[in-house]
């Protein structure tokens, strides 16, 4: 079964920055996209980017100073995926929950219901 595991989360100032990953394991494949999402406190679930292999990430919401970006890693017996989302002049509203979640062979899609499997979180809170 796929399992993922989340970490990076922290407190931070605004205008700082944060480096968040999620492994993946239990793989039946490389082929997986991985997608980060988010949810702050009295709000909706909100995607964040998403990425499938070698293919540029994606990403949703206002990221047009391309403050956030997301790389997947594989490992060499394709045992382990790894992506990471940096995330860099963070402010109040990046303060949330942030998950990410897996579906084998599928297209990147900013749609939770997308996705089977999910991480526990990792919590982001910025301070002004």
């Known amino acids: 079964e796929v399992h993922l595991v989340e970490s990076g989360g922290g407190s931070v100032q605004a205008g700082g920055s944060l480096r968040l990953s999620c492994v993946a394991s239990g793989l039946t494949s490389r082929h997986y996209t991985i997608g980060w999402f988010r949810q702050a406190p009295g709000k909706e679930r909100e995607a964040v980017a998403c990425?499938?292999?070698?293919?540029?990430?994606?990403?949703?919401?206002?990221n047009k100073d391309h403050r956030i970006t997301v790389s997947f890693t594989v490992s060499s017996d394709n045992a382990y995926i790894t992506v990471d989302l940096q995330m860099n002049s963070l402010n109040s509203e990046d303060t949330a929950v942030y998950y990410c979640?897996?579906?084998?062979?599928?297209?990147?899609?900013?749609?939770?219901?997308?996705?089977?499997?999910w991480g526990q979180g990792t919590r982001v809170t910025v301070s002004s």
């Open positions: 979640a897996a579906e084998e062979d599928y297209y990147c899609s900013g749609n939770g219901a997308d996705y089977t499997y």
């Open positions: 990425i499938r292999g070698n293919d540029p990430g994606r990403y949703y919401g206002n």
